[in-house]
T-cell receptor, first 112, second 114 residues
């Protein structure tokens, strides 16, 4: 099973600040997915990146897939309290169909 | 469309009791996943099914855990006998069997074993 290392594990910032979450592996993934989880709920998909070097934007969130498809980053601009939650990256393995390998998660708290 | 439905939402029981968690996947999805989430270990894959067939159960902690998928619209995860260290939030997720497809999660079952 391929492993995904996510950092930082915890992040507490003030409203309006920018932040970046990283997801790294020594293995190649066919795609990387980012999920957000709120208390009492299951993770919900934010975005899927498939092509090496791909950049996707979702309002103030920017997702990038590394050129070698081994790493990904999530950048949030001007964070808001509504961005608070657990962010999880998940890699789809080349040979295992729909199975995903999840990172440990980044717990983000945005203080007003 | 209805999402993944899990029951019960909360379960509190004494150690040694049998616990059964239930999941109804999204209609048309043919992959189903059971996960366990704790603060210490994060989200762990326990077992997953393709077309009702178990494909990989290497994440099942021990023989006390078992999972079944008798048909495309229903799956159970059973713990017998339960132990305090089994306390966690258990999630069921479903997806298309195709690569790179997202997984859709239920709201989880919060299990507390006293």
């Amino acid at each position: 099973t391929q492993l995904l290392e996510q950092s930082p594990q915890f992040l507490s910032i003030q409203e309006g600040e920018n932040l970046t979450v990283y997801c790294n592996s020594s293995s190649v993934f066919s795609s990387l997915q980012w999920y957000r989880q709120e208390p009492g709920e299951g993770p919900v998909l934010l975005v899927t990146v498939v092509t090496g070097g791909e950049v996707k934007k979702l309002k103030r969130l920017t997702f990038q897939f590394g050129d070698a498809r081994k790493d990904s980053s999530l950048h949030i601009t001007a964070a808001q309290p509504g961005d608070t939650g657990l962010y999880l990256c998940a890699g789809a393995e080349e040979t295992s169909g729909s199975r995903l390998t999840f990172g440990e998660g980044t717990q983000l708290t945005v203080n007003p | 469309d209805a999402g993944v439905i899990q029951s019960p939402r909360h379960e509190v029981t004494e150690m040694g009791q049998e616990v059964t968690l239930r999941c109804k996947p999204i209609s048309g999805h043919n992959s189903l996943f059971w996960y366990r989430q704790t603060m210490m270990r994060g989200l762990e894959l326990l077992i997953y099914f393709n077309n009702n067939v178990p494909i990989d159960d290497s994440g099942m902690p021990e023989d006390r855990f078992s999972a079944k998928m008798p048909n495309a619209s229903f799956s159970t995860l059973k713990i017998q006998p339960s132990e305090p260290r089994d306390s966690a939030v258990y999630f069921c997720a479903s997806s298309s069997h195709l690569r790179n497809q997202p997984q859709h999660f239920g709201d989880g079952t919060r299990l507390s074993i006293l």
